[in-house]
C-alpha cells in the first residue's frame, strides 16, 4: 500500500497544481474586467464588467484555496501524518462531485485511505529510547 500513498501524493499535487493554475488563469481574468471597468465608468457595461470581475476575483481566491489545500494535503501525506489522510479522505469525498477526474481521483483516495495496510501507515508511532524503557 506504500507505493498507493505514494501515487496518491504525487496525483494530489497535480490535481492541486491544476487547481492553482486556474486560479491564476481566473486572476488574470479578473483583473482584465475590473481594468476594463475603469474605462467604462459611464457605459451601460460598467455593471456588467463589474458583476464579471468581481465573480473571477470569487472564483479564483476558491480555486486558489481549493488547490492550496490539496498541496498542502500532498505534503502531509508524503510525511504518513495522520492529519494528512483525514483531510485527504475530506477532499476525497468533495473530490467525487467533481466529474470526471475528481470523481476518479475521490474514489481512489477512498479505496486507498481506507484500506487496513494504509491505516496502520498512518498510525500516530510513539518512539520510546532504551532510557525510557528502565
Not at 10 to 31: D, E, I, K, P, Q
Request: aromatic content about 8%; proline content about 2%.
Amino acid at each position: 500500500m506504500e507505493s498507493h500513498v505514494t501515487l496518491l501524493a504525487l496525483l494530489t499535487r497535480v490535481w492541486g497544481a491544476l487547481s492553482v493554475l486556474v486560479g491564476v488563469s481566473m486572476l488574470f481574468l479578473a483583473t482584465g474586467a475590473l481594468v476594463e471597468l475603469r474605462s467604462l465608468a459611464v457605459s451601460s457595461l460598467a455593471v456588467a464588467a463589474g458583476v464579471a470581475g468581481l465573480t473571477f476575483l470569487l472564483l479564483a481566491l476558491c480555486a486558489l484555496a481549493w488547490g492550496g489545500v490539496h498541496l498542502w494535503a500532498a505534503g502531509l501525506m508524503d510525511r504518513r501524518r495522520a492529519r494528512g489522510r483525514t483531510v485527504m479522505l475530506a477532499l476525497g469525498v468533495c473530490n467525487l462531485v467533481l466529474l470526471p477526474f475528481g470523481t476518479a481521483l475521490g474514489g481512489y483516495a477512498s479505496w486507498v485511505l481506507l484500506s487496513p495496510g494504509t491505516r496502520r501507515l498512518f498510525e500516530h508511532r510513539v518512539w520510546t529510547t532504551p532510557e525510557t524503557l528502565t
